[in-house]
């Protein structure tokens, strides 16, 4: 099976920075795409931040210029870097990988992130 492990997630002051990671393990065969998503309650998840295979990135508008993404010297690892953070960024963060093989997404449990005013 596919296992992703998710860190980094804490309590900071708006202004501060964390750096999430996620690992990816399993029988993995082949990335399409690696990502974050996040959820704060009343909210609709959304897609935060995503990085292709071939090193494309894509972000939601709201966190252009102060994350991001990138993969690790390991193929199946992907990092969040998170600046500048703001009160909105509170949620739960989860790592999510699109494979080829075995074909579908799968899912972190997540890391929860709070910024404080």
């Known amino acids: 099976q596919v296992q992703l492990v998710e860190s980094g997630g804490g309590l900071v002051q708006a202004g501060g920075s964390l750096r999430l990671s996620c690992a990816a393990s399993?029988?993995?065969?082949?990335?399409?795409?690696m990502g974050w998503y996040r959820q704060d309650p009343g909210k609709q998840r959304e897609l935060v931040a995503a990085?292709?295979?071939?090193?494309?990135?894509n972000y939601v508008d709201s966190v252009k210029g102060r994350f991001t993404i990138s993969r690790g010297n390991a193929k199946n690892t992907v990092y969040l870097q998170m600046n500048s953070l703001k009160p909105e960024d509170t949620a739960v963060y989860y790592c999510v990988v699109d494979l080829s093989w075995p074909r579908g997404d799968y899912w972190g449990q997540g890391t929860q992130v709070t910024v404080s005013s």
């Open positions: 990085i292709t295979s071939g090193g494309s990135t």
């Open positions: 399993g029988s993995i065969f082949s990335i399409n795409a």
